[in-house]
């Protein structure tokens, strides 16, 4: 089982590299090795997502990788990741641009 887990949040970690191609991106993989999707005490893996204003200044955000996550496939992880990521970036290009 914790193969099998590995091995999905590996692909999920390529998927994202090759969906999000962009300097101003840098992503960080937090996954503990003893992850155990059905035990609640289990540290759950998450993303730390660095994103570059302007080359000016950064900001950061946290997206957990929750373990109901795991029942869905490496591709649909890897989109919701994805999704989580992109309206970040809106948000924050948002604010730095002023709303209109």
């Not at 035990?39 to 900001?59: A, G, R």
């Amino acid at each position: 089982m914790q193969e099998e887990i590995q091995k999905k949040l590996d692909e999920v970690i390529v998927l994202v590299d090759k969906m999000l191609v962009s300097p101003d991106i840098e992503l960080d993989y937090e996954i503990p090795k003893d992850f155990m999707p059905e035990e609640e005490s289990s540290e759950v893996p998450y993303i730390v997502l660095n994103y570059k204003v302007h080359q000016t200044h950064t900001h950061t955000q946290k997206i957990p990788i929750k373990k109901i996550y795991m029942k869905k496939s490496p591709q649909e992880i890897a989109n919701l990741i994805t999704f989580y990521i992109e309206q970040f970036i809106e948000q924050i290009e948002s604010v730095e641009s002023g709303a209109q």
